[in-house]
Structures are given as C-alpha cells and as structure tokens.
C-alpha cells in the first residue's frame, strides 16, 4: 500500500512536467497488453483529443495516459485498435477482423473508382486545355490555374503513413483521397492525385546533378511511374552512371561500341561454328510474347542480332533457350521512351526512325547483359543455377505451406516439372507481359533481385494458387493447372500483393536459410 502511495504521490507530483504520452506499440515485438490492467483505457463512443490537456488530479499513470494525448493520437483508428485488443483475441476473431477490412477496401476501392470515373467524364473538356509535364519543370502539371499543388494536410497525411509502416517496402495503395486527378495530353489515361505525386517525386530525384541510386531503389520497390521508366530501369540495371554530365558520353560510346560488335560479328551467323546457335535463335523468337510484337519482321530482325551477338560473346554459356524472352521487357520499356501510345504491342516498331531504333536496339542489348550476368550460371552447361534454386523452392514451400508441398509430393508432382520454366523465364510466361514489367521494377531495386529475390516470389506465387492446387486430385490435372496458370486478366495489384508476400518470406528466411532447410 505504501509502495501505491508513493506512485499516486510521483504522478501527483511530476504529472504537469511530463510531455505528451506514452502510446502501445503493436508488433511481432509487443504483443497486445493485458486489458485486465490496462481496462480503463478503453472508452468506447470518446474521441482522444488532438492536443495536450491540463492534468487534473491524475493518481494513477493508467488515469495519467488515458488523460493526456498528443500529435501522435490520430483519431478514431486508435480507439478501434484498443477495443480490438481489450477482447480476448483467438484465430476466428483474427480471422474476422480480417475479412471486414478487406472487404470495408473493397468497398472503398469501387466508390474511389466510379467518383474519378464521373470525375474524368466531367472534365473532359477542360482535360484538352491542360499543358503537357515538362521534362525539366519542377512541376507535375500546369494548367491555365498554375496546376493543382498538394496541400500541407495531404502531405503530412502521407508522411505519417509512410512512418507507420515498418515491415515493408513501401508498396502502392489506392488514392486516399478520390475526385482530384491531374491530366496531361501526352499520356490517355488521367493520372490520380497519388500517381502524380509519384512521378513528381521520381521527376525531382532524376532531374539533380547526381541521381541517389539508394533513394531510387527506394521509390522504384513500389513501382516506377511509365515515363520515367526507361530512364529508371538504365540506371538501376547500372548501364547508365548516376551522374548526369555523364550520361550523354556513356550512350555515345556504349550504342557505338554494340554496333561495331555487330558489324565484327554478324556476318558470321552462317559459318559453320555458330550456324547451330543462329538456327536456334530463329526458332525461338517466333515463341516469344506478346504475339502482334513478335510477329513484326523489324522486331524479328533486332532480336536476332541481340541474342547472336551476346551468344558469342559469352561463350561459357552460348544461347540457351529462354534467353529471348528476357529481352522483350526491356525493349517494349525502351520503345515507350519514343512513342506515346499505351500498347506497345499493336505499335508497327518499323515506323520509328532508324536511329531510334538503334538506339533502343543497343540500350536493350546492354540492359540484358547486366541482368544476365547476375543469373549466368542459370546458363551454363547443364544448368546448375536453375537446378539449385528450384530445390530450394522445394525446401521452402514445404517449411510456409506442408499441406500444398505434401498434396504435390502424394500425386508425385516434382518441382522440376513446372518450377524450371519459373526459373529459366523469370515468371514471362506465367504472367502478362505488364506485370512482367512491373515485377522487374522491384526486381532492379531489389538487391540481387533476379537471383535471389525472384525464390521468394515464385514461392509466393506457388502458394498464391494453394485452394486450386488441393482441390486438384490428379497428376495430369495438377501439372496442367500448374503450367497454365489463369493469370491473364492480372493487373499491377495482383501483382503488388504478389511482392508484398515474397518480401514477407525473404524477412523471415533470408537471413537464415536453415530454418527451411530439412
């Protein structure tokens, strides 16, 4: 009783001197607190104020908390997640809460939707009179009224969003706020008020004497804006240098350095050593995806010097099938740099200018290289690098998911069977070519992206499909399941979630690859 008296005395005391208060942090690291002790913090139906009170007569530090706020107190969030925690948590209350959330998103997401759907019909006329993003402005958009500049509130909005959230990258989310979109005559689509941030802010980044790769990875996790992307993807991939006196010299000396490679090398497609390797090229190409692009004979004819070229060029590993595919994403991002058209792949490649085709034809041809010699030994002869990581997709899968990883083993479904296209593909036929180069945007910010990251994203992307996988009861419908996915209709959130969920499992395992190893 008296140690009680003492602590009702200190508060009694200090209570006025002390700023602000101290507030739960929920985590893997603070679990819930006990709301036996902690039951007078729970007020249902009252709203925390958003700045400091005068103590009054605090006894307790319990009182002392529940009666004093500050700028960290948000609002009604706080008051939900105390209720949430005062109950008696267990999986189905979990389970729940969980479903209400997605689906209260869902909702959102649909009314955020049609409001700038309605909001685009209405401004249509007024859309024609905007001025198109400047390259070297500062300044996302300037219409006749200046444009449209995010306020304080929005901004602060945001950055206490960005410090909440800990455990990921930061990763794209619906607009918060609907009903402001900006628009531009150079691109179709209208831009909402959060993509306009983004490309203001990758813009800004970009236009400084030397570009922070660290800030750019950091940004780019999440996505990277369509115009800025060629120009993003050259410096992540490491063919261009940060600094920007720079870049113009290192294109010059780089596109002139590929094509005296192909003027010493081409015309020998036909000798007798690399006839095999030219014949295989020009098999595959026709394979490729997306179909219209493949099918253009100007296409055809750059891919060929590419592959050729990089085949002799690196004779440890030559061509091997799947190299071709590799190429398609980073010649669409680069063609986008030229044209304004929204699908690449009805574009006729051969209505560009020739020396923009060479330019684009020499930026891929290095861009590749980069990416290739991260993964060479997915290559080289009998393919170890493929072999490897498809055991420890195996490993994995069977320590996040047993119940997937023993319905494939009981049906004799080996990981080998549809796992190596995975690998060897990097997922291009597994999913559309957009997603494709949305994956390989947090694929170049990631580090060691290609080689280690995309485990833990074909990890992701194998349990992703678990419901359809055990209602499978076949060998033969299993693996035709597995190499048809229906990924044809995904999107950039498909996609986003699909991210979310590998960097989830890296965090866990990366870090400690014994704790999925048998």
């Given at each position: 009783?008296?140690?009680?008296?003492?602590?009702?005395?200190?508060?009694?005391?200090?209570?006025?001197?002390?700023?602000?208060?101290i507030?739960?942090?929920?985590?893997?690291?603070?679990?819930?607190?006990?709301?036996?002790?902690?039951?007078?913090?729970i007020?249902?139906g009252s709203?925390?104020?958003?700045?400091?009170?005068?103590?009054?007569?605090?006894?307790?530090f319990?009182?002392?908390?529940?009666?004093?706020?500050?700028?960290?107190?948000?609002?009604?969030?706080d008051?939900?997640?105390?209720?949430?925690?005062?109950?008696?948590?267990?999986?189905?209350?979990?389970?729940?809460?969980?479903?209400?959330?997605?689906?209260?998103?869902?909702?959102?997401?649909?009314?955020?939707?049609?409001?700038?759907?309605?909001?685009?019909?209405?401004?249509?006329?007024?859309?024609?009179?905007?001025?198109?993003?400047?390259?070297?402005?500062?300044?996302?958009?300037?219409?006749?009224?200046?444009?449209?500049?995010?306020?304080?509130?929005?901004?602060?909005?945001?950055?206490?969003?960005?410090?909440?959230?800990?455990?990921?990258?930061?990763?794209?989310?619906?607009?918060?706020?609907?009903?402001?979109?900006?628009?531009?005559?150079?691109?179709?689509?209208?831009?909402?008020?959060?993509?306009?941030?983004?490309?203001?802010?990758?813009?800004?980044?970009?236009?400084g004497?030397?570009?922070?790769?660290?800030?750019?990875?950091?940004?780019?996790?999440?996505?990277?804006?369509?115009?800025?992307?060629?120009?993003a993807?050259?410096?992540?991939?490491?063919?261009?240098?940060?600094?920007?006196?720079?870049?113009?010299?290192?294109l010059?000396?780089?596109?002139?350095?590929?094509?005296?490679?192909?003027?010493?090398?081409?015309?020998?497609?036909?000798?007798?050593?690399?006839?095999?390797?030219?014949?295989?090229?020009?098999?595959?190409?026709?394979?490729?995806?997306?179909?219209?692009?493949?099918?253009?004979?100007?296409?055809?004819?750059?891919?060929?010097?590419?592959?050729?070229?990089?085949?002799?060029?690196?004779?440890?590993?030559?061509?091997?099938?799947?190299?071709?595919?590799?190429?398609?994403?980073?010649?669409?991002?680069?063609?986008?740099?030229?044209?304004e058209?929204?699908?690449?792949?009805?574009?006729?490649i051969?209505?560009?200018?020739?020396?923009?085709?060479?330019?684009?034809?020499?930026?891929?041809?290095?861009?590749?290289?980069?990416?290739?010699?991260?993964?060479?030994?997915?290559?080289?002869?009998?393919?170890?690098g493929?072999?490897?990581?498809?055991?420890?997709?195996?490993?994995?899968?069977?320590?996040?998911?047993?119940?997937?990883?023993?319905?494939?083993?009981?049906?004799?479904?080996?990981?080998?069977?549809?796992?190596?296209?995975?690998?060897?593909?990097?997922?291009?036929?597994?999913?559309?070519?957009?997603?494709?180069?949305?994956?390989?945007?947090?694929?170049?910010?990631?580090?060691?992206?290609?080689?280690?990251?995309?485990l833990?994203?074909?990890?992701?992307?194998?349990?992703?499909?678990?419901?359809?996988?055990?209602?499978?009861?076949?060998?033969?419908?299993?693996?035709?399941?597995?190499?048809?996915?229906?990924?044809?209709?995904?999107?950039?959130?498909?996609?986003?979630?699909?991210?979310?969920?590998?960097?989830?499992?890296?965090?866990?395992?990366?870090?400690?690859?014994?704790?999925?190893?048998?």
């Open positions: 009783m008296a140690s009680d008296g003492g602590r009702k005395q200190f508060w009694r005391r200090s209570g006025a001197k002390v700023p602000g208060s507030q739960h942090v929920y985590g893997a690291q603070h679990p819930p607190f006990d709301p036996l002790l902690h039951g007078t913090l007020k249902p709203k925390p104020p958003t700045t400091p009170v005068k103590l009054k007569k605090v006894s307790t319990q009182e002392f908390e529940s009666n004093t706020s500050d700028a960290w107190d948000l609002g009604d969030d008051d939900e997640l105390l209720a949430i925690a005062a109950e008696n948590l267990n999986t189905e209350v979990v389970m729940e809460t969980a479903h209400k959330v997605i689906q209260n998103h869902s909702k959102l997401q649909e009314q955020h939707k049609f409001q700038e759907e309605h909001l685009q019909e209405e401004k249509q006329v007024e859309s024609a009179e905007l001025t198109s993003i400047a390259c070297g402005d500062n300044r996302l958009v300037k219409s006749v009224s200046e444009g449209h500049t995010p306020s304080s509130s929005d901004n602060a909005s945001e950055n206490s969003s960005m410090q909440r959230s800990q455990s990921l990258p930061q990763t794209s989310t619906p607009p918060l706020v609907s009903g402001m979109a900006d628009f531009n005559t150079s691109v179709t689509p209208a831009l909402t008020e959060r993509e306009a941030s983004r490309l203001d802010k990758f813009k800004q980044l970009l236009a004497p030397n570009t922070d790769l660290e800030e750019l990875r950091r940004l780019s996790w999440s996505g990277i804006p369509k115009k800025v992307r060629p120009i993807w050259k410096l992540l991939s490491g063919y261009l240098p940060a600094n920007v006196d720079r870049r113009e010299s290192t010059k000396r780089k596109r002139n350095e590929y094509f005296a490679f192909v003027e010493q090398y081409y015309d020998s497609r036909n000798d007798e050593n690399h006839q095999d390797t030219y014949r295989q090229i020009h098999i595959d190409i026709p394979r490729m995806s997306p179909e219209v692009l493949r099918l253009q004979p100007k296409v055809t004819e750059i891919f060929e010097r590419i592959l050729f070229i990089w085949a002799i060029r690196h004779p440890a590993s030559g061509y091997v099938q799947g190299i071709n595919d590799l190429v398609t994403p980073f010649f669409v991002v680069f063609v986008c740099e030229y044209i058209e929204e699908e690449v792949e009805n574009f006729d051969s209505s560009l200018p020739e020396e923009v085709l060479q330019n684009i034809e020499a930026d891929s041809y290095w861009c590749m290289s980069k990416l290739l010699d991260g993964i060479q030994d997915n290559y080289t002869f009998a393919q170890p493929i072999q490897k990581k498809v055991k420890m997709l195996e490993e994995l899968v069977s320590r996040i998911d047993e119940q997937v990883h023993r319905h494939l083993d009981q049906h004799e479904v080996k990981y080998l069977q549809f796992a190596f296209r995975w690998m060897n593909n990097l997922l291009m036929r597994e999913v559309p070519l957009r997603c494709t180069i949305r994956l390989w945007d947090t694929y170049q910010s990631e580090p060691e992206g290609f080689s280690h990251f995309h833990y994203v074909c990890a992701a992307f194998l349990v992703r499909w678990r419901k359809e996988i055990l209602e499978e009861k076949d060998f033969q419908e299993l693996l035709i399941f597995l190499q048809n996915l229906p990924t044809v209709h995904w999107e950039n959130e498909e996609i986003s979630v699909l991210l979310a969920e590998a960097y989830r499992l890296k965090f866990a395992f990366a870090d400690a690859p014994n704790h999925y190893k048998k």
